[in-house]
């Protein structure tokens, strides 16, 4: 997801074209000189900026020409982020919960050497957290539903946004709840 003024910018400087989904189930893509031969027919309904003698619609779907943009292949270890792989289940009772009612719990506790990293680190419920405490799995019988890991990114990606801001993202968002922008 980037700005309005990012994607025009990148469209400029032909790093990248639009894809225009106006045509039923087709999609076509436009460099800055046939997109703007195309803002001529904006409808009121259509987000455009205009200039003195021009108008201009902002596009809502690019496409990029270079890929060393895209997010690093690496996903940052952090809290949301764990809860992103885990689908904002807890890992012990498998219920989904909102993220204030969520933990992070440590399989291997960190007074057992646990460490705090991808592979050891999941997403709990508070009762389940307060539950195991800082016991074993096999001490307290509670092992996580999946072997943690370090999650990689999808090339698609969710968004938690609903309504979508523009419906012509759901041609390209993964829709389904449960499937998270992270993945194994
Ligand atoms: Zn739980």
Redesign the pocket.
Known sequence: MCSARRAITLLFLGHAHVVGTDEDDQYFTHDVESWIDRSTFANPEMTIVRSVSNQFRIPEIIVLSLFDRLPKKQVKFTRENIYRRDAYR??????R?ETKDLNLDHVIPRDKKGRTSWDNVVT??I???TRKANKLPEQAHMFPRRQPKAPSWRPLFSTTQRPLPCVSWGHFIDLNESDVALTE
Do not use: A, M, T, V
């Open positions: 807890c890992q012990y009772c498998e219920n919960f709990s419920c009762p389940c957290n």
